[in-house]
């Protein structure tokens, strides 16, 4: 069965909105936990990561919030703004020590100017 | 900044003929993958390369699927015989090590099968 998964398949703002892309994972033995943002023609371009001994991490403007008990993953971005239009994957390794990625199946963000 | 690189960047061929789809993953990274994307559908891991041999592959990387590093700079994906659902978009990665998960990825291959 599918490991990762996302709850909304497209996410609309507006500009300077903060927005918040929720994953979900099924994986116990998962302990790094990835996002990736994509854009039209492009590959995945890594934006932030958590490892499973952390609930939270900040870098700019991306915050990953990483909830075990529920096995729940969230992207937040601050004053999203039209360049952060694309498709935002969680990914997770497949267990510890392998390099391996399970990808979700990815939300599109859409920021209006 | 150091980047994965693709050729070719779109690739149409005729079911069953071979292809072989190429990366140049970047220069001081030793550890190589091959992942897929299905229009509109996730992305897929294929198989992870290292020293030369596959560390671990998919389902989906079955007999039709090789690998090659022929020389010390190429990573190459080889389809033996195309089928129709082979069709996707092929994307190249390369890391510094093996726990390193935010590997960089080229801007992919576009396969079309007919």
């Known amino acids: 069965g599918e490991s990762v998964g996302l709850h909304l398949p497209t996410l609309s703002v507006q500009e300077g909105d903060n927005s918040i892309i929720n994953c979900a994972y099924s994986?116990?033995?998962?302990?790094?936990f990835i996002w990736y943002k994509q854009e039209s023609g492009k590959g995945p371009q890594f934006i932030i990561d958590?490892?499973?001994?952390?609930d939270k991490r900040q870098g700019q403007r991306v915050t990953v919030l990483l909830n075990k008990t529920v096995k729940h993953l969230s992207l937040q971005i601050a004053a999203t703004q039209p360049g952060d239009s694309a498709v935002y994957f969680c990914a997770e390794n497949k267990r510890s020590g392998y390099s391996t990625l399970t990808f979700g199946k990815g939300t599109m963000l859409l920021v209006s100017p | 900044e150091p980047e994965v690189t693709q050729t070719p960047s779109h690739q149409v061929t005729q079911m069953g003929q071979e292809v072989i789809l190429r990366c140049v993953p970047i220069s001081n990274h030793l550890y190589f993958y091959w992942y897929r994307q299905i229009l509109g559908q996730k992305v897929e891991f294929l198989v992870s390369?290292?020293?030369?041999?596959?560390?671990?592959k998919s389902e989906i990387f079955d007999d039709q699927f090789s690998v090659e590093r022929p020389d010390g700079s190429n990573f190459t994906l080889k389809i033996r015989s195309t089928k129709l659902e082979d069709s996707a978009m092929y994307f190249c990665?390369?890391?510094?090590?093996?726990?390193?998960?935010?590997?960089?990825f080229g801007s992919g291959t576009r396969l079309t099968v007919v």
């Open positions: 958590i490892r499973s001994n952390m």
């Open positions: 994986n116990s033995a998962s302990d790094y």
């Open positions: 990665a390369s890391s510094d090590s093996r726990v390193n998960y935010g590997y960089t």
């Open positions: 390369f290292y020293n030369n041999e596959i560390s671990e």
